[in-house]
């Protein structure tokens, strides 16, 4: 008997927006008092009215796009009702049957995976507002800080399409990259701005290799993940729970939820999983239907180039290896300062009267680009703590470094030194 793990992800991203989903009090919460960034509408005070954030909006169709998702033509917003103490209204305002986008996929490439590529089916994105943040005291008891509550939230929800705890960390790190790309969030994990709960069953296989079970069996939701490493631990752990139980025939008979302990290195069932009639989903009376078809348009006509697409092009225009395109890519602000550089260098290239095959002199310039951008100029700012979006070095002198490098007239010592010249004033 084989068992094949069944994994699929829900993730909440938070958007990077001035003000919370249905007010107007600032969405920053980490360097300010407690209790400070709130007012009667995120608090659910009797007799309010919210006003939906037409920036949030316009956030989740763009990334429901990137997941070459349907957008919806019309939506609305729901209350999801739960009793908590981080949920000053005792419901949230969420979207139950008509997100803002749904039927998406997105494609990851999985390295040495049993599959090159995996494609994961978007079951839906949609629209809601963040719960309030609770603080567990030194003294034994929780305090809950408001601060949060409110803040703008597209959730995120795949199909069971992962085969292994390998593709949902590169997933993970592929859509935080188009978060990035899209301007939409920060989506760092360990700062809550991405937030994931894996949801995981196991398939039987008979020794023909063929399906045992009909359907999916009880999943188990995995939460406190707040870091790719977690994610990818947590499932292992869980396929190595699931899959003893299974053999000793006590498979999991209902859907429950545990907690992961990254200390131990475990997880610990925290209580049976609800479902959506726990909920009582009904429309949000105060919050009228949203129409979306221009505002979809518009968004799609303005969408940046992607991560994956531009590592693609990176490859194919600037002849870098696959490896090199991919960390330049990476990050966006590396990515642009690295075209631009390449811009300049391939106008150098033409100018030249006695270059044989420009092929062949691309691809040295790549090797040279990557080694100086990434390797050295990279070591120098992380030694000095800089970032490269606020480094004094212009892609226009960097360029121009690196045609010193190409014809040598500067060797690697004496390349070190002028780059470190570079840095501290820009010249």
Known sequence: MRYEPVIGLEIH?????????????????????????ICPVCMGHPGVLPTVNDLAIRYGIRMGLALNCTIADHSKFDRKNYFYPDLPKAYQISQFDLPIAADGHMDVVVPGGERNIARIGITRAHLEEDAAKNVHGEDGSTYVDFNRGGTPLIEIVTEPDFRTPAETKI???????IARYLGISNADMEKGHMRCDA???MRRFDDNDKPVDIGLNPKTEVKNLNSFRHVERAL????????KLWEAETPPMESTTRGWDDAKGV???????????DYRYFPEPD????????????????LPELPAAKRTRFESEYSLRPSDARQMCDDPALADFAENV???????????????????????LAKIVS???LSRLGGLLMERSIDIRIMKISAENFAEFITLIATRKLNNAGGLQVLSLMLEGGD
């Open 13 to 37: 991203l938070q958007l990077k927006t001035k003000t919370k989903m249905f007010c107007g009090c600032p969405t920053h919460y980490t360097a300010v008092a407690p209790n400070t960034n």
């Open 171 to 177: 997933f993970l790190q592929e859509l935080r990259l």
């Open 199 to 201: 949801n995981i069953s």
């Open 236 to 243: 292992e752990h869980e396929i190595r729970r699931q899959t």
């Open 267 to 277: 997880t610990t069932k925290q209580r049976s999983k609800e479902d959506a009639a």
């Open 287 to 302: 919050i009228p239907p949203l129409a979306l078809r221009e505002i979809a348009e518009k968004e799609k006509s303005s």
């Open 342 to 364: 390449f811009s300049e260098l391939h106008s150098w290239l033409k100018s030249l009267d006695d270059i044989e095959d420009v092929d062949i002199e691309k691809k040295k």
């Open 371 to 373: 080694s100086w951008l």
